[in-house]
């Protein structure tokens, strides 16, 4: 069974709902983070993980609401009590990712530089779609149409269960490709039909990409506050027909055998806002 937790459903625009869109996966207890903006280490917490626990850290992109909180996540790495990392864990992400860590070493210099052997950092193909394989699941990326940086995921188990995380996107070949038949598709759906921006998805055309590519659930994520305005299922069931899921924070989903259980874990503190 492969568990996903919506970390954060929402993006840049500060909001008490939704954080920054994040997503953590959990694969026979291995623990896996993609994207870092803000809001995602107290998710975290509240969904019952500490920053010690991710094994593999992926990026989609280098935009500040999915690397917003990289910085604070290798300096609480470091605190020599709670969170300091005693084990190795992997950073990935596009190609230009290893430039982008040495410029922020720059300017945070020893305050988020880790001990040897700690952080091991890979970068993908931004060009063309690449792969890896690991322990306990394979990964594979393709460029996504977004900016230069964006690679979308699919991760698989080897018991064959799969998910696929966009990242931010526009409707492209390549994200349909990546979600082939998939169990579980996350994707950004930014924005209204009626306000669709370059580099971005709205419901109908992340719905295509799900027809498309016959994934057997969408998960729809990355919301705008002008998503809270119109009916976003209404507009994907324009154009997808299967099951279809509106991300919250704290939802989680586990997939396996094509069986979906939805739960909502709630804290206080949300509870304290509805």
């Known amino acids: 069974m492969l568990k996903v937790t919506v970390l954060g459903s929402g993006t840049c625009v500060p909001s008490l709902k939704r954080s920054s869109c994040s997503v953590l996966m959990n694969i026979n207890g291995t623990k896996l983070l993609f994207d870092l903006g803000a809001g995602t280490m107290k998710r975290l917490l509240e969904a019952g993980t500490t920053i010690s626990e991710i094994s593999y850290l992926f990026f989609s992109h280098?935009?500040?609401?999915?690397?917003?909180?990289f910085v604070p996540f290798l300096f609480a790495t470091k605190y020599p009590e709670t969170y300091r990392r005693r084990t190795s864990f992997?950073?990935?992400?596009?190609?230009?990712?290893?430039n982008f860590y040495d410029d922020l070493r720059k300017v945070y210099k020893h305050w988020i530089e880790l001990e040897n052997?700690?952080?091991?950092?890979?970068?993908?193909d931004n060009t063309a779609p690449d792969h890896l394989s690991l322990k306990v699941?394979?990964?594979e990326t393709m460029p996504m149409e977004h900016i230069e940086s964006s690679i979308g995921f699919r991760i698989t188990t080897p018991e064959g269960t799969s998910v696929v995380y966009t990242g931010d996107t526009d409707l492209c070949n390549n994200a349909v490709t990546l979600a082939?038949?998939?169990?579980l598709l996350i994707c950004e759906s930014a924005l209204p039909d009626g306000m669709k921006v370059?580099?971005?998805?709205?419901?109908?055309?992340?719905?295509e990409i799900a027809t498309r590519a016959k994934a057997k659930q969408l998960v729809l994520t990355?919301?705008?506050p002008e998503c809270d305005t119109v009916d976003i299922e209404a507009e994907c069931r324009k154009t997808y027909q299967g099951p279809l899921l509106l991300a919250e924070d704290l939802m989680q989903i586990e997939v396996g055998n094509s069986a979906f259980n939805?739960?909502?874990?709630?804290?206080?503190?949300l509870r304290s806002l509805q």
């Open 198 to 207: 370059p580099g971005h998805l709205t419901p109908s055309l992340a719905g």
């Open 180 to 183: 082939r038949n998939v169990d």
């Open 137 to 139: 699941f394979e990964v």
């Open 262 to 269: 939805i739960n909502k874990l709630k804290s206080l503190q």
């Open 62 to 69: 280098l935009h500040p609401d999915h690397t917003g909180e």
């Open 90 to 98: 992997m950073v990935a992400g596009a190609r230009g990712f290893k």
């Open 222 to 224: 990355h919301f705008y």
């Open 117 to 124: 052997g700690i952080l091991n950092m890979v970068e993908f």
